[in-house]
Every structure is written in structure tokens, then in C-alpha cells.
């Protein structure tokens, strides 16, 4: 009778411990299953609700024991730049996640730098623009590509009221870049050391911020870089203020 009850309880031991090591393995792929399909669920509506005029597809959803939490990845099928994660509680709550600041920063970042580029543009076609034989001209700012914590603060701070923009001179004092291709009869290092200075008075009287300007010089009558160009990358603004201009800009040729 006792090596009937050993035996009974032995097996009841090796059931419980095998429902434990099944409850075990369930609870670090899904975590409570009820807990699972709600989270899920929650993680479905909260896209939804956020972006309601946006098509996102639930492409990742899983639960991570170590945090715990649940994650749902996100892919926008017109827009892959706006891709997110989210992260859920057992209760399906969604926790405050970076990536959706990094959505909203990166709204911000555009609409600064399609604000900087609309500010180039009507600066350059002013009748004083230095540059004649101007062949192309364009600014990148580059806030977009660089969503970083510091670039997310900074555009977080910004509540746009109606008519006002950002602070363009210091996002441009961080990354604005300049772009100017020409065509020049004298095509030399004196020269372009004249045109920068040009520019630089000029983008200055207008209180246009950037950083580095970078000029393309083509011999007259030329389409394409031949052996005459002259190519002189992302040259700094202290630079060109620089008396002795023409002398540094070797250090900006481009071979």
C-alpha cells in the first residue's frame, strides 16, 4: 500500500512538474495568453487611433520576459520612414515608447526643412543673388536623417504656433549645407575664393543660416566635370570669412 501511495505521488510529482515546465515555456513565448490577445488587440486599435489616416500592417508581435512586456512592430506600406514599435503591459496599456517620438520628430523634420528650403529659394531669387551664370542651386539641412535623442528634444520643445516657424538658425548652425553649381570663365582657386565671399555677404545680409557652402565651378560653355572644374566640398562659413580664403581651399578640393 505505501509503495502504491510513493508511486502515486511520484507520479502526481512528474505531471506537475511537466504542466510547469509546459507553463513555463508557454509564459516566455506569450506570457499569460489572455494577457496576449489583449495586448495585441490594444496594440491593433492604438495604431488605429493614432494614425487613423495612415495604413499600417501589424508585421511583429511578441511578448519579451525579461522586461516583461509586449512589443508590436509596425510597417506603413506607403511610408517606410514611419515604421514603429510600440511596447504593451499585461493590461494591453501602451507605454510611452522613443519611437513614437521619433515619428513625431521626424513630422517636425521635414516640415523645418521644407521651411528652410522655401526660405532658400525666395532668397535666391532676389535680383541681388551674386551669382549670374548659376547653373544649380540647393540647401540641405539634414535634420531628418539624423533623428537622434538631442535632435528629438530639440524638436519636442517645438509647439508650432500659427505663422511661426522654427528657430532656423540654430537647426542650420548645426547641418545647413549650401549647394551652388556654376559656370565661371575663370575657373581658379582666386576665383572661387570671390564667389564664396559673394555668397557669404549676401546669404548673410538676407539673414539666411547654413553652415558649409559647397561649389561647383564648370568652365564656360561646359555641361559636365572635366579636368577644368573645379569642386570644392562643404566649405565652413569661418572658412570663407577668412582673409587668406583662396590659400585653405586646397584643403576643400575635391579629386
Not at 511610408?79 to 521626424?106: C, M, Q, T, W
Not at 564667389?195 to 565651378?217: A, N, Q, S, V, W
Not at 577668412?242 to 575635391?254: G, M, P, Q, T
Request: glycine share 6%.
Amino acid at each position: 500500500m505505501k509503495k502504491n501511495n510513493i508511486g502515486k505521488i511520484a507520479g502526481i510529482l512528474m505531471i506537475v512538474f511537466v504542466v510547469l515546465i509546459l507553463a513555463g515555456f508557454v509564459y516566455i513565448r506569450i506570457g499569460n495568453p489572455v494577457s496576449y490577445f489583449l495586448a495585441k488587440y490594444s496594440a491593433e486599435d492604438y495604431a488605429k487611433e493614432e494614425f487613423p489616416d495612415e495604413d499600417y500592417k501589424l508585421v511583429d508581435f511578441g511578448f519579451d520576459f525579461v522586461g516583461p512586456y509586449y512589443y508590436a512592430y509596425f510597417e506603413n506600406t506607403e511610408a517606410p520612414d514611419r515604421n514603429f514599435y510600440i511596447h504593451l503591459n499585461s493590461f494591453g496599456k501602451v507605454s510611452e515608447s522613443a519611437n513614437k517620438l521619433v515619428i513625431d520628430a521626424h513630422e517636425k523634420a521635414m516640415a523645418l526643412e521644407n521651411e528652410y528650403d522655401d526660405f532658400f529659394r525666395e532668397v535666391i531669387a532676389d535680383e541681388s543673388f551674386p551669382i549670374k551664370d548659376l547653373r544649380n542651386a540647393s540647401v540641405l539641412l539634414d535634420v531628418a536623417y539624423r533623428i537622434d535623442e538631442e535632435v528629438i528634444a530639440y524638436l519636442k520643445s517645438y509647439e508650432l504656433p500659427e505663422g511661426k516657424g522654427y528657430d532656423l538658425e540654430k537647426m542650420a548652425g548645426e547641418s545647413g549645407n549650401i549647394f551652388i553649381e556654376m559656370n565661371e570663365k575663370n575657373v581658379s582657386f582666386e576665383t572661387a575664393a570671390k564667389r564664396l565671399k559673394h555668397l557669404d555677404e549676401f546669404f548673410t545680409g538676407k539673414d539666411f543660416p547654413y553652415l558649409d557652402i559647397t561649389l561647383i565651378m564648370l568652365k564656360d560653355g561646359t555641361d559636365y566635370l572635366d579636368d577644368d572644374s573645379l569642386v570644392l566640398l562643404s566649405v565652413p562659413k569661418e572658412v570663407i570669412e577668412a582673409d587668406d580664403l583662396a590659400e585653405k581651399l586646397h584643403d576643400y578640393i575635391s579629386e
